[in-house]
């Protein structure tokens, strides 16, 4: 039985000292509160991602353990118990990372055609508005003549507008690489400051509209770590 002390950790407090099999634990926990099939679910989909990003790495931690925070950030620090959300957040870098490996083509096949078997295999295993919301927060394919950043941002703010539940797991995202900036290496922290910091404007101008579906005490959590981020950022490329 998981140790019930890591409830009242902070996220990247568990991975310092337990690392992934702390957050592992911690996803447990919140999942108790769960009816069991909405944890079957949950499970599969963190089975789901364990496979596809088992040998991916983050600089200095397994991938897996970016995930299992955002979904954990949403669980507790949001109140979501939308399990169609949670899904997608625990496998909202899938598409983007694993498309052929996920919708069982070939490496080379064309990225619109990977994109789309991958989706397709979302919604098989799951359902249609999983593969939507991951959609939602998966980036394009880019065009190498503009600056990839401004694309990523430019993106971002497209895909959120019209997509409140998108919001939720690209702010849980954000938050991880924001706040936690700073629990990297020097060199990734000025990469991540550098892209993330233009768009902490947009994400804090969404969060604020009424169609988010958060209550009050999540959007003006969110928006105490948008500024934490913020510093960060500052601290980082303003030195």
Same mark, same amino acid.
């Given at each position: 039985?998981?140790?019930?002390?890591?409830?009242?950790?902070?996220?990247?407090?568990?991975?310092?000292?337990?690392?992934?099999?702390?957050?592992?634990?911690?996803?447990?926990?919140?999942?108790?509160?769960?009816?069991?099939?909405?944890?079957?679910?949950?499970?599969?989909?963190?089975?789901?991602?364990?496979?596809?990003?088992?040998?991916?790495?983050?600089?200095?931690?397994?991938?897996?353990?970016?995930?299992?925070?955002?979904?954990?950030?949403?669980?507790?620090?949001?109140?979501?118990?939308?399990?169609?959300?949670?899904?997608?957040?625990?496998?909202?870098?899938?598409?983007?990372?694993?498309?052929?490996?996920?919708?069982?083509?070939?490496?080379?096949?064309?990225?619109? /055609?990977?994109?789309?078997?991958?989706?397709?295999?979302?919604?098989?295993?799951?359902?249609?508005? /999983?593969?939507?919301? /991951?959609?939602?927060?998966?980036?394009?394919?880019?065009?190498?003549?503009?600056?990839?950043?401004?694309?990523?941002?430019?993106?971002?703010?497209?895909?959120?507008?019209?997509?409140?539940?998108?919001? /939720?797991?690209?702010?849980?995202?954000?938050?991880?690489?924001?706040?936690?900036?700073?629990?990297?290496?020097?060199?990734?922290?000025?990469?991540?400051?550098?892209?993330?910091?233009?768009?902490?404007?947009?994400?804090?101008?969404?969060?604020?509209?009424?169609?988010?579906?958060?209550?009050?005490?999540?959007?003006?959590?969110?928006? @105490?770590?948008?500024?934490?981020?913020?510093?960060?950022?500052?601290?980082?490329?303003? @030195?």
């Amino acid at each position: 039985m998981a140790p019930r002390m890591l409830l009242s950790m902070p996220l990247h407090a568990i991975t310092e000292v337990y690392g992934e099999a702390g957050l592992r634990d911690r996803f447990a926990l919140e999942l108790e509160s769960f009816p069991a099939d909405e944890r079957k679910k949950l499970t599969e989909a963190l089975d789901l991602a364990s496979d596809l990003h088992a040998a991916d790495r983050r600089v200095r931690e397994p991938y897996l353990n970016h995930l299992l925070r955002v979904v954990i950030r949403i669980i507790r620090y949001y109140g979501v118990r939308d399990i169609d959300v949670l899904v997608a957040a625990l496998l909202h870098d899938a598409v983007e990372d694993h498309p052929a490996e996920l919708g069982g083509v070939e490496p080379d096949a064309p990225w619109a /055609v990977r994109n789309g078997a991958a989706l397709a295999e979302l919604s098989r295993r799951f359902n249609p508005r /999983v593969a939507e919301l /991951v959609q939602s927060v998966t980036n394009p394919e880019y065009d190498p003549r503009r600056d990839k950043h401004e694309q990523y941002r430019t993106h971002v703010a497209e895909n959120l507008e019209n997509d409140p539940w998108a919001r /939720v797991i690209k702010i849980s995202d954000f938050t991880d690489n924001g706040v936690g900036v700073i629990h990297t290496t020097l060199d990734k922290a000025y990469r991540s400051a550098t892209k993330y910091r233009p768009l902490v404007p947009k994400l804090r101008e969404l969060i604020g509209r009424p169609d988010t579906p958060l209550s009050t005490q999540a959007k003006e959590h969110i928006l @105490d770590q948008l500024d934490l981020a913020e510093e960060r950022f500052a601290a980082i490329l303003d @030195d």
